[in-house]
């Protein structure tokens, strides 16, 4: 088909998961990936932005779905635990850069946690020579020391840190900043820039009553005892965590697995206002945590210096009017809680002491840094981090590092930087309620967990990893934003066809007869394409121009082996069980295999070429009823049986007879035996004299 002018969506637009993203990863196309079974390219789409797939494929808060437009349906795919399917369902690593090691100059990076690490990966494939520094024993930072096992094994970090190191980045270890390792020093060694990327290790307190003395313990300090040291407690105490946010969580279940009797919680804010994530809280729950929301901590109460317990004051305001933290209290209503340890976990800073006399500080120990140049002094010195951005997640730590990469780049080339000029992109408006009612209500596959009762005996992973089938359906649930269908202008001539075809309403008459297809609402089922009179419609992506396209060089290569069987064309759905790869790797010589991006896209002219081309048969295979409750396309296998049916009758027709194009379906549990459903459907075949086209 000749090339025709489309009509493109507003510059910049994108899926807003993609833009919730702190680094922009491009979900829509991993994820669309997977649901076809293509394991090596949706881990190489996630390593073309993301350093550290394992890690955030673990841990990751994945702000993407947050935003996920599915929820205007029912709930957003779980995009966290995909990331971790196509990590640990494909050996695909990023290709090395092309630049010259080193051409671009000589960075010191000072601090291996993940914002450290996303600015060494990314100087390095622009050409620099990078060493990473970092005290400990092992790279990692905050996600390596502090976030338990059960959440995140070594493993992963491992994984993601041996591959920036295959980019060419050194890494020094037990190297700390006022110690053995100067700012002043690197420079004199040849580091055109330093980059200074600490993070916050320091616990805070609190200044109550009764809080000096035995038995008082600090978050950070806690939870790495505890994955370094298996630190375990003395006993069976009873243990009182006071923080509600997600390091408040990890200390909690830690508690639990390290021998704790009851471990109890207790946070100012109620339990719809917890800083910590949800499911964070709710697996709390289920390891038996026990919550006292809306209480502050008063006193910590003690007999002959051992701790009994802890008095709590009633939390009547979090937040003041203008959103501020500004706790309120009711100082009549106080209540007692036992308990034999305290572990404070309400928030964390950073440690001044290495920094002094390295760069500037401020009157309260901060770096003197300025956001937009992300530059420190002396000249030369940059930072990032949450030193800098105060806590947060690790996606958006790496989101900083990366913005600080582009600001030593800069630098070292002589031009000028601001943080502020980078461009963001827009997120796609939401569903609209007409066509988000009419979309195909799926619920989401629920990740598997170790049984509550048996993870808390120990620190292995708690979750499970989605199986193939649950990977590939799960993935099938987006939406493909952005990936649908858009008008042609001038092919158009405003039949109304695809107006009447639609399942979602999506095209819309306009007053003046017009027809507009409001793209940005589409959801890519394709059903109007392949009926469209005046071809008057394309994709924004081009899955099904690529499958088109797939037909004729297969059909090429099956004619030159053809033999006594009858050479057959296989046109299947690109999901469910069709990208297993019992079916997705399927060969033989008398089967060309072409897969769609669902069947319902197939147009009738493709299916003819390829009877004109001199094939015996097709089979068209579509999935099976009980695989369509995954399916978000609307009556496939309808409208796939009505083309069939019309193409049948138009080759009886030309004598070539009735019966040359056949549909199948399967169903995951026939998967392994593909090439047996493909023999059964090619039987008719043989009843035909051979095609008198080949």
């Not at 140049?373 to 981090?385: E, I, K, L, N, R």
């Not at 299916?607 to 097709?618: F, N, S, T, Y």
């Not at 089979?619 to 296998?637: F, M, R």
């Amino acid at each position: 088909m000749a090339e025709h002018k489309i009509q493109e969506p507003a510059e910049n637009i994108l899926p807003p998961c993609q833009v919730a993203c702190p680094i922009h990863q491009d979900v829509r196309d991993y994820l669309l990936a997977i649901a076809t079974g293509d394991f090596d390219r949706a881990l190489a789409l996630i390593k073309e932005s993301n350093p550290l797939p394992s890690i955030c494929g673990t841990i990751c808060a994945h702000h993407c779905e947050d935003e996920c437009r599915r929820h205007d349906v029912d709930q957003p795919p779980s995009i966290r635990a995909l990331k971790r399917f196509a990590v640990e369902n494909s050996t695909v690593k990023a290709p090395l850069s092309e630049i010259e090691p080193g051409s671009a100059g000589k960075v010191a990076v000072i601090g291996g946690g993940p914002s450290g690490l996303t600015a060494a990966y990314d100087l390095a494939r622009e050409g620099c020579a990078v060493t990473v520094f970092d005290r400990e024993p092992f790279m990692g930072g905050a996600v390596r020391h502090y976030i338990p096992f059960y959440r995140l094994p070594d493993g992963a970090i491992d994984q993601d840190i041996a591959e920036i190191g295959e980019q060419g980045v050194e890494f020094k270890t037990g190297m700390e900043l006022g110690r053995n390792l100067s700012v002043e020093q690197l420079q004199k060694e040849g580091y055109q820039a330093v980059l200074i990327a600490l993070g916050l290790p320091v616990s805070h307190g609190l200044n109550i009553p009764g809080a000096e003395g035995e038995g008082i313990l600090y978050a950070l300090n806690f939870l790495k005892e505890v994955k370094r040291d298996n630190y375990t407690f003395a006993g069976s105490p009873t243990v009182i965590v006071v923080g509600g946010g997600n390091v408040a969580m990890d200390v909690a279940r830690s508690a639990v697995r390290c021998g704790a009797a009851k471990v109890k919680v207790v946070c100012l804010e109620c339990s719809d206002e917890m800083p910590a994530f949800p499911w964070e809280i709710e697996e709390a729950k289920e390891e038996g945590v026990e919550f006292n929301n809306s209480w502050g901590p008063h006193e910590i109460i003690r007999e002959e210096g051992k701790i009994n317990g802890l008095e709590l004051i009633e939390c009547t305001r979090v937040f003041d009017e203008s959103g501020r933290f500004n706790p309120a209290y009711n100082k009549e209503s106080k209540k007692f809680i036992s308990g034999d340890l305290i572990i404070f976990a309400i928030g964390q800073g950073g440690d001044p002491e290495p920094l002094k006399g390295q760069v500037d500080l401020d009157e309260r120990g901060r770096v003197v840094f300025d956001r937009r140049t992300m530059t420190a002094s002396p000249p030369g010195v940059f930072a990032c981090g949450e030193m800098v951005t105060g806590p947060g997640t690790a996606v958006e730590s790496m989101k900083n590092g990366r913005v600080a990469a582009q600001a030593i780049l800069a630098h070292l080339r002589g031009e000028t930087f601001d943080s502020g000029l980078l461009e963001e992109p827009t997120a796609l408006e939401k569903l609209e309620p007409d066509v988000a009612e009419k979309i195909t209500r799926i619920d989401r596959h629920a990740l598997p967990m170790i049984d509550p009762a048996e993870r808390i005996k120990h620190f292995k992973q708690a979750e499970y990893a989605y199986s193939a089938a649950d990977a590939i359906n799960e993935a099938r649930r987006c939406l493909t934003c952005l990936a649908g269908a858009e008008r042609i202008e001038e092919l158009c001539v405003n039949c109304l066809t695809c107006v009447r075809v639609c399942p979602y309403d999506v095209p819309v008459v306009n007053v003046d007869g017009t027809v507009s297809i409001r793209s940005e609402q589409c959801q890519a089922c394709g059903l109007c394409i392949s009926i469209c009179p005046a071809y008057a419609i394309e994709f924004m992506t081009p899955m099904i121009d690529d499958a088109a396209g797939a037909i004729e060089p297969a059909v090429t290569e099956l004619l030159k082996n053809a033999n006594s069987a009858p050479a057959v064309l296989a046109v299947a759905c690109s999901y469910g069980p069709f990208a297993l790869p019992a079916v997705a790797g399927y060969k033989a010589d008398h089967v060309a295999l072409v897969r769609y991006p669902c069947v319902a896209k197939v147009d009738s002219t493709d299916l003819l070429k390829a009877i004109e081309m001199g094939v015996d048969g097709i089979v068209v295979l579509g999935c099976k009823e009980e695989e369509q409750a995954s399916c978000p396309h609307k009556d496939t296998a309808g409208w796939i049986e009505k083309r069939i049916g019309h193409l049948n009758a138009l080759l009886e027709e030309l004598g070539l007879g009735d019966n040359r194009v056949a549909y199948r379906e399967l169903s995951f549990s026939e998967a392994d035996g593909f090439g047996k459903v493909l023999d059964e459907a090619a039987e008719q075949f043989k009843e035909l004299s051979p095609s008198p086209l080949r």
